[in-house]
């Protein structure tokens, strides 16, 4: 499996909404990062796991929660976004944080209302 | 001041006309540059890695290469199946760390 699955493709939210993005490797990667892809723009790093753990916060504001539960499931807890947080969130992996090629998802598209 | 640098932002091209993309780069200890090709609504896909300059990778219609400040992607006879928007990406080591930084990208489109 060489795959990163992000789930869902597509969300719509209120600003009082909580919701979830999950994404899913299983590559064996320690590595798994977030990023917020507006358009026409380059991907902008939000988060960085590795070993599970958080390894960087691009300060990012609080309403966006990551976690990772495990080597395989990185998730973005979203809660009170604006409509300006409207925008494709990416997750990636790789080996491990490094000089190391990153294999991106689909992306989840996020619509905040 | 960006560090990455893709010029031109937009390209068009005949089916068949060659042309070349273009990354410069301002970054010190560069530890490698990468490009990706993202079709719309989708995540990056990898294509190449180079370490230092002089080196070159080919595939298929695609040959990226590496100098001291700038990576130069070509496109050989290019066909409508390869229009995407080719992005720039370099790792620098920033204590400790090496999070690649991303340039705006190159949107091409293909006319058959």
């Known amino acids: 499996d060489t795959e990163v699955t992000q789930t869902p493709k597509h969300l719509v939210m209120g600003m009082t909404n909580k919701k979830s993005l999950k994404c899913e490797q299983h590559?064996?990667?320690?590595?798994m990062y977030w990023y917020k892809q507006k358009a026409k723009k380059p991907p902008e790093l939000m988060f960085v796991y590795s070993y599970e753990k958080l390894s960087i916060n691009e300060s990012v504001p609080s309403r966006f929660s990551p976690e990772c539960p495990n080597s395989s499931l990185l998730n973005l807890h979203l809660h009170a976004l604006q409509p300006e947080d409207s925008a494709l969130y990416l997750c990636a992996s790789s080996p491990t944080q490094g000089l190391n090629v990153l294999t991106f998802g689909a992306g989840s598209r996020l619509t905040v209302l | 001041e960006d560090q990455v640098t893709q010029s031109p932002e937009a390209l068009r091209l005949q089916e068949g006309e060659s042309s070349s993309l273009n990354c410069s780069y301002t970054v010190s200890g560069l530890r490698g540059l990468f490009w990706y090709r993202q079709d719309p609504g989708k995540g990056p896909e990898f294509l190449f890695t180079?370490?230092?300059a002089g080196e070159e990778k080919e595939k298929e219609r695609l040959k990226a290469t590496l100098t001291k400040k700038e990576s130069f992607l070509h496109i050989t006879a290019p066909k409508p199946e390869d229009s995407a928007t080719y992005l720039c990406?370099?790792?620098?080591?920033?204590?400790?760390?090496?999070?690649?930084?991303f340039g705006r990208g190159t949107s091409l489109i293909v006319h058959p």
């Open positions: 180079l370490y230092s």
């Open positions: 990406a370099v790792q620098a080591e920033a204590g400790g760390s090496y999070i690649p930084t």
């Open positions: 590559m064996g990667h320690r590595a």
